[in-house]
């Protein structure tokens, strides 16, 4: 079983807040990821960091921002959370050995902005 | 668009029936991933196949490689009830790129 975790895992909030999504992970790994789904849909890459102080932007645009100060932590953060932001949203990671290597996936977030 | 193309989108088949999904990519790469996502869960890796490689079994599942057609295959034999998910292939954005994008999955239901 990974040992990639998100909080929280379902989360309703009113349109204009701050909200920050937690993903940390336990395995030591310097690449990790943030993906956006929405139902039934394709995985869309939106943030990624290759290990400490190092992110960038991911395919698909996106009005969130992440850190990478420690780690086995990287936390997304929306400054204005609107509707259109009402998804579901991955964190992985995967070890930094070239590209080849497999991603463990946390549970998720389930967004839903009102 | 750097996503790769799945067919089909949907698969519906009875338990004990093999099911086959197909993935076509656009660019150079040198690994080739699948994952399983049950609804509304994270994913979970199932199996990888570098460019190398053009064939890969792990327990029922089989794994096939054609980079002269940019395209991969997972069957599935014997499918159970539990294999219902959607399944998805993942690959390099470009060439040795370390970002992993993801095709558009096909939804396998398993009917008991």
């Known amino acids: 079983e990974a040992d990639i975790y998100q909080t929280p895992r379902y989360l309703v909030i009113g349109t204009g807040k701050k909200i920050t999504l937690e993903c940390s992970q336990t395995?030591?790994?310097?690449?990790m990821y943030w993906y956006q789904q929405d139902p039934g849909m394709e995985l869309h890459l939106i943030h990624y960091s290759y290990g400490v102080n190092s992110t960038e932007k991911g395919d698909l645009s996106s009005e969130s921002t992440v850190s990478r100060i420690r780690t086995e932590h990287f936390p997304l953060t929306l400054e204005s959370a609107r509707p259109s932001h009402t998804s579901q949203y991955l964190c992985?990671?995967?070890?930094?050995?070239?590209?080849?290597?497999?991603?463990?996936f946390g549970q998720g977030t389930r967004l839903t902005v009102v | 668009s750097q996503q790769g193309e799945e067919d089909p989108q949907a698969l519906s088949i009875q338990e004990g029936e093999n099911a086959t999904m197909n993935c076509s990519y656009k660019t150079s790469i040198n690994n080739l991933q699948w994952y399983r996502q049950n609804s509304g869960r994270g994913l979970v890796h199932l199996i990888l196949i570098r460019s190398n490689e053009r064939e890969k079994h792990s327990g029922r599942l089989r794994v096939t490689l054609d980079t002269s057609k940019k395209s991969s295959s997972l069957l599935i034999t014997a499918s159970r009830a539990a294999d219902t998910a959607s399944y998805f292939c993942?690959?390099?954005?470009?060439?040795?790129?370390?970002?992993?994008?993801f095709g558009k999955g096909t939804k396998l239901t398993v009917n008991p």
């Open positions: 993942a690959f390099p954005a470009q060439g040795g790129s370390e970002k992993l994008v």
């Open positions: 395995m030591g790994h310097d690449k």
């Open positions: 992985a990671s995967s070890e930094f050995e070239g590209s080849i290597s497999e991603a463990f």
